[in-house]
């Protein structure tokens, strides 16, 4: 039997500003990554977020990126370890303890935008992220793009790790996401993100940008919540994968 967790980045509004179909996506998927203040969201947003998820029975993540609000997490900072370090600390301790006083507890870390695309190459930087979040709760199951050293790191440190694969993202063949500014680097037919999703979740392999075939480890799906078309691609992969036999379970299922 198939299971996967299926994810979307979410708590991303600030102040006055919208993004995402929150309250729409989050009854679909199994687990929310919520944005911690850096990248974007505030402390109402993060917890109208939680009250959500809460309300919908689904696992809760801090998203924690870059202190970058107008580059919305998405440009490379020059940061050490430390740094890093310090600042994954300070956002999963703020929606960590939002979630404590919502009875609710964090299943999962998984970076956000360059962080993320950063960790996944770079170990020492991948290792700090991982202690700041063993520091915190031993328990967090650190997620992060499939064969990355993000993923490395956590197993090296003890933690659980869940691998990450995405539904609408070009890959290349040493198993990064392609950057957004090349052409490809987002699939916008959904047939066609939908059948890569399942063949990475049920033969473990996904087709490069440039036309190879990579082994790809799929424990989580990601799929985005601030697109136009977000909830009608989202409600159509439940659907495929309900027909493929494949079961939607949150991390702490998958990963135990």
Not at 93 to 121: D, F, I, T
Not at 228 to 244: Q, S, T
């Given at each position: 039997?198939?299971?996967?967790?299926?994810?979307?980045?979410?708590?991303?509004?600030?102040?006055?500003?919208?993004i995402?179909?929150?309250?729409?996506?989050?009854?679909?998927?199994?687990?929310?990554?919520?944005?911690?203040?850096?990248?974007?969201?505030?402390?109402?947003?993060?917890?109208?977020?939680?009250?959500q998820?809460?309300?919908?029975?689904?696992?809760?993540?801090?998203?924690?990126?870059?202190?970058?609000?107008?580059g919305?997490?998405?440009?490379?900072?020059?940061?050490?370890?430390?740094?890093?370090?310090?600042y994954?600390?300070y956002?999963?301790?703020?929606?960590?303890?939002?979630?404590?006083?919502?009875?609710?507890?964090l299943?999962?870390?998984?970076?956000?935008?360059?962080?993320?695309?950063?960790a996944?190459?770079?170990?020492?930087l991948?290792k700090?992220?991982?202690?700041?979040?063993?520091?915190?709760?031993?328990?967090?199951?650190?997620?992060?793009?499939?064969?990355?050293?993000?993923?490395?790191?956590?197993?090296?440190?003890?933690?659980?790790?869940a691998?990450?694969?995405?539904?609408?993202?070009?890959y290349?063949?040493?198993?990064?996401?392609?950057n957004?500014?090349?052409?490809?680097?987002?699939?916008?037919?959904?047939?066609?993100?939908?059948?890569r999703?399942?063949?990475?979740?049920?033969?473990?392999?996904?087709?490069?940008?440039?036309?190879?075939?990579?082994?790809?480890?799929?424990?989580?799906?990601?799929?985005h919540?601030?697109?136009?078309?977000?909830?009608?691609?989202?409600?159509?992969?439940?659907?495929?994968?309900?027909?493929?036999?494949?079961?939607?379970?949150?991390?702490?299922?998958?990963?135990?």
């Amino acid at each position: 039997m198939y299971k996967v967790d299926l994810n979307s980045d979410l708590g991303e509004s600030f102040g006055r500003y919208t993004i995402g179909n929150d309250d729409k996506i989050i009854p679909l998927i199994s687990s929310a990554n919520i944005a911690c203040g850096f990248h974007a969201s505030d402390p109402v947003v993060m917890t109208t977020a939680i009250e959500q998820t809460k309300e919908a029975g689904i696992q809760i993540g801090a998203h924690p990126g870059f202190p970058d609000l107008m580059g919305f997490g998405r440009r490379n900072l020059a940061v050490s370890p430390a740094e890093a370090k310090a600042y994954t600390l300070y956002q999963i301790s703020a929606l960590g303890g939002m979630c404590k006083a919502h009875n609710m507890r964090l299943q999962h870390v998984k970076p956000h935008g360059a962080l993320y695309n950063m960790a996944a190459k770079d170990y020492e930087l991948s290792k700090a992220i991982c202690e700041a979040i063993k520091s915190y709760d031993p328990e967090i199951i650190v997620m992060g793009l499939s064969g990355s050293e993000i993923i490395r790191a956590a197993k090296d440190l003890g933690l659980k790790a869940a691998s990450e694969v995405f539904a609408d993202r070009a890959y290349e063949e040493d198993g990064t996401l392609v950057n957004r500014r090349k052409e490809g680097a987002v699939i916008k037919d959904e047939n066609e993100a939908i059948a890569r999703v399942i063949r990475m979740i049920k033969e473990q392999k996904v087709t490069t940008i440039t036309g190879k075939d990579i082994s790809i480890q799929a424990d989580s799906v990601c799929v985005h919540g601030d697109g136009e078309k977000a909830l009608l691609f989202v409600e159509k992969i439940r659907k495929a994968m309900a027909e493929e036999g494949i079961t939607i379970s949150p991390l702490k299922d998958i990963c135990n």
